[in-house]
Every structure is written in structure tokens, then in C-alpha cells.
């Protein structure tokens, strides 16, 4: 199995695999996912579907949001599952150095952001931007 990730809830962007962040961005890969039935995992996404052990079935869809997003919105349950990420996981152009979100008024331009990305970047170039800067 290949990468794959997940949009979190808060700021539409991708849970970020460890392998894909800087120092800057590595809030990127610290996730919180829940599944509908109450299932509840913390953790750095690996990129391959597993959060700190937990694998991520394809049977269960589930609601993904990064660490810092998720806190700043109050910890919400259970809501909807996440989109899958077209940067599987990799990142897009312009967010290797995505600083981590403080504020709702942060994930608000993150969201606006990702909104933009979506309608003007084709996906595969993000891809290979992310991994040029390997
Ligand atoms: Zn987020």
C-alpha cells in the first residue's frame, strides 16, 4: 500500500506524513481521528494510514483533523468523515513550512488557502514539489 492521507476537518489541509514535514510544519502530522462508533486515536500519521500504531481501516471512514486545528475549535466529536488528501499525505506547493495555526482566524486562511489550491493547482504538481524538496 502506497501513501495516502486524509483532510482534516479545521484547515482542509492534508494530515501530513512525519516523513514530509519540516520543523516548521511538523504539526502537519500530529493528528486526532475519531470513527463514528466513539473510536478515538492521537498521534504522529506516518503516511501509510497508521497513527502511532492505529491502522486506518478502508471499511470505516473516518473524521481527521490535525492536533493544533482540532484544540483550537474545541475538540469537537465525531461530525463527518475527512475527503482523501489528492497530495497523499506529501504535501502541496507552498506549505513544506506552513506554520502551525494559533488562532480560528489562522485555520480560517488555511481554509481559504486550501479552497484556492484546490481550484487553481492540479494535484500532481503539489506532489512533485514536495518531494523535490526532499
Ligand atoms: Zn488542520
Known sequence: MGFFS???LGCGYSLRSHHFTSDNSKWMSKAVVM?????????????YGRIDGH???FSQRYACWHKAC???????EFTEPSARSEDQGM???????????????????????????????PAAAGV??????L
Do not use: F
Open 70 to 76: 482540532h484544540q483550537i475549535v474545541g475538540e469537537p
Open 6 to 8: 486524509y483532510n482534516c
Open 55 to 57: 491502522e486506518m481501516g
Open 128 to 133: 512533485l514539489d514536495g518531494l523535490t524538496l
Open 35 to 47: 470513527t463514528k462508533r466513539g473510536g478515538k486515536w492521537e498521534g504522529v500519521y506516518d503516511g
Open 91 to 121: 504535501g502541496s506547493k507552498g506549505t513544506w513550512n506552513l506554520p502551525e495555526p494559533k488562532t480560528a482566524e489562522d485555520i480560517e486562511a488555511l481554509r481559504a488557502r486550501t479552497k484556492e489550491e484546490d481550484e487553481t493547482a
